[in-house]
């Protein structure tokens, strides 16, 4: 009894203490060391205690500026600027004296890996890269980063000393800017004096789209490899530049759990991460597990998380030598919270994110050598992996559409991966690849991994459970021809002797001021941009729905559907005011525009024709909020707002009664629960369509379409994991998973002749799939111009009963209401903002779905 007693007593103690203990700045801070009283801790300067309030992007950056002003440890590189503009910045910490030389030290660190060079470890600074808060609305991280910048501008003593003689320390204190700022404005705004923890309160739930994402809506921890966005872009460009030796990025997860950091789930490590990083990162838990024993704090490893997508913060760093850490703090998502754990503060979860920040420096310290041979080993295995690899290089190709190419090499740049030009015309597998339009990537380079991360299918798998996509080659979503060369001795004579930079297209006015009319081709990619600018200039056009030759006879080319005409008669401006603005559009947009001296073509349509369809320019509303998703929407907004300069007018979802629709010529819906939509909206939006409107549904809303009987839809039955089998209990959730789509890559046919599909030369089109809706066929001819093929799967994981269930079965419906017309597309045509294969769908949607007869 007396023994129970005891326990109670130290019990309370520690609780007491433990709350105590974050109630000054002093609470976070190890004991030891004394500060520099010159130096403004986060408490004074801020006016309160880290957790008290939710700090902003700009807070942050304030105080990085003023650590950098007093202290001579640090240095920042600002390495991009978000979409709303705000900072990105790498706090550089190093002792006095390293900084002196930091660009030597950058220097040597870079070439200890180089397999090329030797220098001893000895003379080699260790790189830790510490980034926080890619979750715009996981607050305890980026409110834990100005806990561990003043801890590193300011402590002293011999230990720290020895920490930044050796070390050089990069701090990414706020990896989503914008994310973080919406959060930190809804947490704070209904903050009041007395605290309130009850989940119930309207702080803990975010309104749409909540801080998560970034700008435009984009989960940037999937942005790693394809670089979308500037924040990732930035990164990565950093990340090359320093070569960090371990990567943390710190998050948050539910608010019930406690703390979980890698190593993850072993089973589910993509193959190309070497297996040493396991054994590295297993070395490295180990002083957080020391770390939180001795505070009594739970924690957990290895059952979830995995390491498979190589998108994420903290697998990228494991394919390019680093070692790449997750941590997952319980989030509370407001200053104190009831939990199931008990009542948690914001301060508790920042004092966690620290201790393991110091946990990864004291780690690092220790195991220096290791991490530092490992990572000169990586580059050299990669060399010896590439001499074993049957497939020698990639030739990628696009004969059609250079941009699509040149925004392909942007990426290669980005992640350092060298490419070269291919030299001579080569068929291989069938395909057709081009000098001066297709490029080789050699896979003798030290960033073999990568390269094989990025360009090879998979369609075999040990494990059905994903915690994200399957699969992600990005030739396919790029929608480039691409092929494998497996014979060294084809190479030299077919590459160029010197690595290609990225490829920069360009565009020209081509033919006199005097042209009878003007054509442009919809097969570059920027055609819509070009296309909207010219009608938002007031010019006229139309756009051909039959092929046809046209052009001087010295030069007559090819005209396929969609091409764009121009005509000079009939328009507002005079020659000479036209003949300018199609220059400056050409130059802006990388497009070439055709001049012609008559209306006769050679074969074919002439210009006169009935089978060129007057356009208008699209005037477009997007719904979104509540139930939307708001990652659908923000592809599109992206894709429309980013890449084609269109304007689109974002609608809250429950604002459709009050709108005047009659203004709009396209409405988007884009995927989710379209629930929240009024009776009187439905109907608006059933007239609208009926009286013309173009109405596009992407994905799931399109339950929402075949409920409302918009549109003739109807949807597959889904397949269910056989009951019947007996499975262990504990084995239930892969069971679950057997038949989720998780993220696939599946082959569509398309019917290139159709105004949806103007612009593709290739009657096969590479989908990204994920979710287990399928359509039926709907009644009708064209309804379904594009469609699954036989025996679809190019790369991911898939059961054989959902193939079976795809196949055939549409991708993009067209079915005329009224005079109007619904345009469903089923699966996401910019997913990721990567899927530059499906693009043209949405444009030709807005551009052409009223010209569909
Ligand atoms: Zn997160």
């Known amino acids: 009894m007396r023994l129970t007693i005891n326990l109670l007593v130290i019990v309370l103690i520690l609780v007491v203490s433990g709350i105590k203990a974050q109630s000054t700045i002093a609470g976070f801070l190890p004991v030891e060391p004394s500060y520099r009283q010159d130096i403004p801790d986060p408490q004074t300067f801020f006016g309160h205690i ?72 000895d003379d080699v600074p260790l790189v830790i890269l510490l980034g926080y808060g890619v979750h715009g609305n996981e607050s305890s991280a980026p409110n834990a980063a100005v806990v561990t910048m003043y801890y590193l501008a300011a402590a002293e003593g011999p230990s720290i000393d020895s920490l930044l003689n050796k070390t050089i320390i990069l701090v990414d204190p706020s990896l989503n800017p914008d994310g973080l700022t919406r959060h930190s404005t809804w947490v704070n705004m209904h903050q009041g004096k007395t605290d309130v923890s009850d ?58 759990s406690t703390f979980f950091f890698q190593p993850g789930i072993f089973s589910r490590i993509n193959p190309l991460v070497p297996l040493r990083n396991h054994e590295l990162t297993a070395n490295i838990a180990a002083f957080h597990s020391r770390k939180f024993d001795e505070r009594g704090e739970l924690y957990y ?58 946990s990864t420096l004291e780690a690092g310290m220790k195991l220096r050598k290791d991490l530092l041979k490992s990572q000169k080993a990586f580059f050299q295995e990669s060399l010896e992996m590439a001499k074993n690899d049957p497939v020698k290089a990639y030739v990628l190709g696009e004969n059609h559409d250079p941009q699509k190419l040149g925004a392909f090499t942007e990426i290669l740049t980005t992640h350092r991966i060298k490419f070269y030009a291919l030299t001579r015309q080569s068929t291989i597998n069938n395909l057709e690849f081009q000098p001066g339009k297709a490029i080789i990537i050699p896979m003798n380079q030290p960033q073999y991994r990568l390269i094989r991360g990025m360009m090879e299918t998979n369609t075999r798998f040990a494990d059905s459970t994903f915690y994200d996509v399957s699969t992600w080659t990005l030739p396919l979503a790029f929608g480039l021809q691409y092929a494998e060369i497996r014979n060294q001795r084809d190479l030299p004579e077919m590459m160029s002797d010197t690595p290609s930079e990225t490829l920069m297209t360009s565009g020209a006015l081509i033919g006199p001021e005097e042209s009878y009319a003007w054509l442009m081709s919809w097969d570059d990619y920027s055609a819509p941009a070009a296309l909207w600018q010219l009608q938002q200039a007031g010019i006229r056009t ?28 009939g328009q507002k401006q005079s020659k000479a005011e036209l003949f300018s603005l199609l220059k400056n559009i050409t130059e802006k947009w990388a497009v070439n525009i055709h001049g012609v001296s008559t209306g006769m073509t050679s074969s074919g349509i002439d210009l006169g024709s009935n089978y060129f369809i007057p356009l208008k320019k699209p005037e477009i509303l997007m719904i979104i909020g509540e139930t939307v998703s708001s990652r659908e929407a923000g592809e599109i907004w992206h894709l429309l707002d980013q890449r084609y300069e269109i304007p689109v007018t974002l609608a809250e979802i429950t604002s459709l009664d009050r709108i005047d629709l009659n203004r ?103 989908i990204f799939k994920s979710g287990i809706r399928v359509a039926n066929t709907p009644s009708g001819q064209f309804t379904a111009p594009v469609r699954f093929a036989k025996n679809p799967l190019l790369s991911g994981y898939i059961s054989k009963k959902n193939l079976e269930r795809l196949e055939g079965a549409p991708v993009v419906t067209s079915i005329a209401n009224g005079s109007g017309r619904v345009i469903s597309i089923f699966e996401p045509m910019n997913f990721r903002g990567t899927w530059l294969a499906g693009n043209k769908i949405v444009a030709n949607a807005l551009f052409f779905g009223g010209a569909i007869r």
């Open 199 to 256: 989940p119930a309160s309207r702080g803990f739930s975010e309104a749409w789209p909540g801080g998560r994402t970034n700008h435009y809506w984009f989960d940037l921890n999937r942005d790693y490899l394809f670089v979308v966005h500037p924040e990732s872009k930035g990164r990565i460009q950093k990340f090359h530049e320093w070569k960090p030796n371990i990567v943390n990025d710190h998050h948050e997860m539910g608010a019930n």
């Open 542 to 569: 139309l756009v051909a729905t039959r092929n046809f030759k046209a052009g001087p006879e010295s030069s007559v080319r090819d005209y396929s559907y969609g091409t764009i005409l121009i005509p000079v008669s």
């Open 50 to 121: 880290p957790g008290e309030r939710h700090l902003s992007h700009d807070q942050i950056v304030s105080y990085a500026r003023e650590l950098e002003r007093l202290s001579e440890r640090l240095v920042i590189e600002e390495y991009a600027r978000s979409h709303e503009n705000r900072p990105l910045l790498y706090l550089i910490f190093t002792s006095k004296e390293n900084q002196k030389n930091l660009g030597q030290l950058k220097e040597r660190h870079a070439q200890f890996s180089d397999p090329g060079q030797n220098i001893p470890a």
């Open 301 to 358: 490893t290895e059952e979830s998380f995995d390491d498979f997508y190589l998108g994420k913060g903290s697998s990228y760093p494991d394919v390019n030598g680093s070692v790449g850490i997750l941590y997952e703090q319980a989030g509370y998502r407001g200053k104190v919270r009831e939990t199931t754990q008990g009542i948690k503060t914001l301060a508790s979860a920042v004092k966690n994110q620290f201790d393991l920040s110091l």
């Open 664 to 766: 709009y010529t396209n409405i988007i819906l884009p995927g989710g629960n379209l629930r929240s939509i009024s009776q009187r909206g439905t109907q608006k939006l059933k007239d609208w369509v009926s009286e013309g409107g173009i109405l596009m549904a992407m994905g799931d809303a399109n339950q929402w379409i075949a409920d409302k009987e918009l549109a003739k839809l109807t949807f597959k039955n889904t397949v269910r994991p056989d009951t019947t089998l007996q499975v262990i209990y504990a084995g239930r959730e892969e069971t679950a998973t057997i038949h989720s789509i998780s993220g696939v890559i599946l082959k569509a046919e398309m019917d290139i002749s159709h105004p949806l599909l103007y612009g593709y030369n290739q009657k096969e089109l590479p």
